[in-house]
């Protein structure tokens, strides 16, 4: 099975949201409340992608295997703060080790762009979550945010970039 990193097109935004719902409506279910999970539409899901592929200080990559989208990353910088702004994988393909693949590219991009640590948003009561980007190196810095939208508490994980 052979996977490849590459910069995401708008012509993957069909791949990307397939991705990015069975997320929200298989892994997210149980771990967020149903409101919430059932709260994603196709539309907004579409609408959030198409913001964040025409986004002029956004890069989004995309695993393929197969000529399928399998997970996608998007992530930008702000001064020397690298923001990683969403990393899913397809519940189909996780345990491959392709997250960590995706959030290493990102490391690797957003050092290059002169940044010299990164944050990012997880849902606190997203647990496996936590322990993945622990894994990774990636640990709260005791910033925590609800955001209207969603109503559930997120942390602020930090990383500090080589």
Avoid at 38 to 55: C, F, G, Q, V
Avoid at 130 to 153: H, I, K, M, N, S
Wanted: aromatic fraction near 8%.
């Amino acid at each position: 099975m052979s996977v490849q990193l590459r910069r995401a097109g708008l012509e993957d935004r069909t791949g990307i949201v397939d991705v990015f719902l069975d997320c929200w409506r298989q892994s997210y279910r149980g771990v967020l409340p149903d409101r919430l999970t059932d709260s994603m539409t196709d539309e907004a899901a579409t609408a959030l992608w198409n913001r964040a592929l025409t986004a002029p200080d956004r890069t989004v990559v995309v695993a393929v295997r197969d000529g399928v989208v399998v997970g996608v990353t998007s992530y930008g910088v702000n001064g020397s703060t690298g923001l990683v702004q969403s990393l899913y994988v397809s519940p189909s393909a996780q345990g491959l080790g392709l997250g960590r693949r995706l959030l290493e590219k990102a490391a690797v991009d957003l050092t290059k762009a002169a940044a010299t640590s990164a944050t990012l948003w997880v849902f606190a009561a997203n647990t496996p979550s936590v322990g993945f980007y622990a894994a990774c190196g990636w640990l709260p810095d005791g910033v925590t945010r609800v955001q209207e939208e969603f109503g559930e508490p997120e942390i602020e994980l930090h990383k500090a970039l080589a």
